[in-house]
């Protein structure tokens, strides 16, 4: 055994301790809600030895030769690493807990996908879906009993190191042998003599005998059966993420790419709507569009200039249409999303028509953007308010970014995905920070 297949070997079994040590923590989590900061340091405390757990798993792919990460695909885990750390800090603060804990545990899974390499592109993209799946289904379950082979194999391999090795062993001198009893008995010794220096610096500090009592009184608060029971419900847990870390490392990525040039291949089948017809629905669309602004033109946007329509107090006007024109922007992605799937790529009127359409929904987030920020000039921030800000930037940008990828062709779904999410968290700290006013 080579010295990186025996690196491998130890950051495994490195690994294999950071999942019990992981679950039996998750389980604590949620079985612990004394306050926002017990549970802010948990989950922060998790995060790390995540983020730690899946350096050790993309340092043992690379030791093993499985994945030989681009420039790239180095950067990219990073980042969701910060997020992941940064989603974490803001449930100190409590809000939008839900939906924030939704996004952290997305992150975790995606950020174990990024870096080893197991999406079906060679980075994020629109694909983005059938990923999580293939973290959050496939990956784990197909390897939920890793932890078990991860074990069989390494005492599997050390007999069959020890069978070839025996007769070389027999012109070897003989290794010592270790009195087990002698071992245990000066550990006790030395554990007394630990006690004694403990109680003697106590005795000189009062902070230090304050702080060992602190420790007497948490473990005094300890049950055994608790643990036990905290222990036993971990098991599974740590055997699902166990299963998806090493998995990543146990299984070729090449299934992945697989899969996905399989994708694009049966995908080329489905172009069959005629480019004339495509041309003629996205020009009714356009058309629509472009004569609902034109009707209600005084009533869009007036908020650009600061004006109320007549007969809508601040409240009302923030609220009527807001979440209808976006809903607008989203139907238009999926209408978007048809043509790319549907239509031809290189029809040169539906590009055109495709960009007006992208460029009309910016139009919309800005009306929507427009009617919110008149409301919170008036009437100041909220959390709810911040989250339709962020919303509307994120479906704005999402726009630009289609408009760009339909003239220039370049990948854009990864500078979206990552607006999306840096933006998210500084808007939940911008939430936190207006409610802790």
């Known amino acids: 055994m080579n010295t990186d297949v025996k690196r491998a070997e130890i950051l495994k079994f490195i690994c294999l301790g950071l999942s019990y040590a992981f679950s039996y923590g998750y389980v604590c989590l949620f079985t612990n809600t004394d ?18 757990w899946l350096e050790l798993t993309m340092w043992q792919q ?5 994945f030989l990460p681009t420039k790239l695909q180095k950067i990219e885990p990073r980042f969701w690493e910060v997020i992941l750390l940064l989603l974490c800090v803001t449930t100190y603060g409590n809000q939008m807990t839900g939906t924030t804990l939704l996004f952290i545990h997305a992150v975790a899974i995606y950020m174990v996908l990024v870096g080893t390499g197991h999406l079906l592109s060679d980075r994020s993209s629109c694909l983005m879906p059938l990923d999580l799946v293939n973290g959050f289904v496939r990956m784990p379950f197909r390897n939920i009993l890793s932890r078990i082979f991860s074990v069989y194999d390494t005492v599997h391999e050390h007999n069959i190191q020890k069978s070839e090795g025996a007769e070389s062993e027999t012109t070897e001198k003989t290794r010592p042998r270790y009195n087990i009893i002698g071992i245990i008995g000066v550990l006790c010794m030395i554990l007394i003599i630990f006690c004694l220096a ?86 009714i669309f356009i058309l629509v569009y472009l004569a609902f602004c034109l009707s209600q033109a005084s009533y869009m946007f007036s908020a650009f200039a600061g004006v109320l329509p007549e007969a809508y107090t601040a409240s009302q006007y923030a609220v009527s249409g ?64 911040t989250l339709g800000l962020w919303g509307t930037a994120v479906v704005f940008v999402g726009s630009a970014l289609a408009i760009v990828h339909l003239l220039t062709k370049k990948r854009t779904f990864t500078p979206w995905l990552w607006f999306s999410a840096g933006s998210y968290v500084t808007m939940v700290f911008i939430a936190w920070g207006i409610v802790s006013r």
Do not use: W
């Not at 900061?37 to 995540?50: D, K, N, P």
């Not at 960009?355 to 929507?368: G, L, N, P």
């Open 198 to 283: 403990l109680e003697n610096l106590a005795k000189v500090d009062d902070h230090f005998l304050y702080a060992l009592e602190s420790i007497d009184r948490f473990l005094s608060k300890i049950s055994l059966s608790i643990v036990i029971v905290k222990f036993l419900f971990s098991i599974p847990i740590g055997a699902f993420l166990f299963g998806l870390y090493q998995g990543s490392v146990r299984t070729s990525i090449e299934k992945e790419k697989e899969f996905h040039s399989k994708v694009v291949t049966e995908s080329k089948k489905l172009r069959f709507m005629p480019d004339t017809l495509y041309s003629i629905v996205l020009g």
């Open 62 to 66: 690379q030791l093993l030769g499985r």
């Open 322 to 385: 807001f979440h209808e024109l976006i809903n607008v922007v989203l139907i238009n992605f999926v209408l978007l999303s048809l043509v790319r799937i549907f239509g031809s790529h290189e029809n040169r009127i539906l590009k055109i028509l495709s960009t007006v359409i992208m460029a009309q929904s910016m139009v919309f987030a800005c009306i929507s953007a427009s009617k919110i920020i008149l409301y919170v000039s008036r009437f100041g921030y909220t959390p709810s308010r």
């Open 35 to 52: 306050s926002n900061l017990t549970v802010c340091t948990i989950l922060c405390g998790l995060a790390v030895v995540a983020v730690i």
